[in-house]
């Protein structure tokens, strides 16, 4: 009879780098402005709230001595308050869709999640809003 020889062989799960995460987050950012698709909405400013969240490539190291080293979160709140301000926007998945292109200018970012609320829009409600998930290579395909 014939002895079949096996080699018990221990398969260890390499560390994964990928369980390092940078985020840069920009919370409840509040611009006031015209936005909406009703003819009401169109006449007086309201609030819009902006939760931003960014996941940053993690081989990107700061720098103590020069801001361009890190993914600039007032750059960023920039960008998105000259948005609201140079267009007027009728629903806020537009307005998502192009903080997307503002935000994905800088390389180091990997994916965005983008919050944007209206607290004032509907009666007996906090807010009502979207929220979107891009990555780069969900962006970059579109």
Do not use: C, W
């Amino acid at each position: 009879m014939k002895k079949n020889n096996f080699n018990i062989v221990e398969l260890k799960p390499k560390k994964d780098k990928s369980a390092i995460r940078r985020t840069v987050f920009i919370k409840n950012l509040i611009i006031q402005e015209i936005i909406g698709f009703h003819q009401h909405e169109k006449i007086k400013k309201q609030k819009i709230k902006f939760n931003i969240v960014l996941d940053i490539n993690q081989s990107s190291i700061p720098d103590e001595k020069d801001i361009k080293s890190i993914v600039d979160y007032e750059k960023i709140t920039k960008k998105i308050e000259s948005l609201t301000k140079s267009k007027k926007y009728n629903f806020l998945e537009s307005l998502a869709e192009d903080s997307f292109k503002e935000i994905f200018e800088d390389k180091r970012i990997n994916s965005v999640t983008i919050k944007i609320e209206k607290p004032e829009a509907i009666k007996n409600t906090e807010s009502v809003g979207v929220e979107v998930f891009k990555s780069r290579e969900d962006y970059e395909g579109s």
